[in-house]
């Protein structure tokens, strides 16, 4: 289990371009979907918790879900698996970069690796906004959120915070389960 642990987030720290949200659709490919490790509800919550916690999103991830497999080595199994793909590419392209930097086809080549990683990301929201957005209430939240973190900058942790404490309250005065 500990080589599939690490296997897994290889792959998931080798494909993934544009940081700890860009990993979602690998995660969701990966751990979801050819492996069953987990569900959608979950992931969401370790992303929940990874975005609240300090570092890297995408090691505070593989940390939490190593950890739900296999304890603290699964934890670090997983680890570095994640980081071990970006530790030997950017080794590699800082062998290389100062060379290419300036070369027109791989500035483009970049620029469409952004574009692909938006749209993996956007369909990946979609979907986990599916899972966690359940009714009226949760459409509001959402929407809210999204407004304050957006235009008034509000602080992510504050929104989870806030939208934790109106689901509870709401759920304590409406006894929903």
Known sequence: MY?????????IGLFTFGGGYAMLPMIQKELIEKRGWASEEEILNYYAIGQCTPGVIAVNTATLIGYKFKGVLGGVIATLGVITPSLIIIMLFAVTLTNIQDVFIVKHALGG??????????VSIYKL????????IGFMMFFASFICVYVFKVS??????????????????????
Request: hydrophobic content about 60%; some cysteine.
């Open 156 to 177: 992510q942790v504050a929104i989870i915070i806030a939208t934790s404490l109106l689901t509870i309250g709401y759920l304590y005065f409406h006894k929903e389960a």
């Open 3 to 11: 080589f599939k642990l690490f296997v897994a987030f290889f792959k």
């Open 129 to 136: 906004y599916k899972s966690a957005v359940k009714n009226y």
């Open 113 to 122: 690796i952004k574009i692909a990683v938006c749209v993996l990301m956007a």
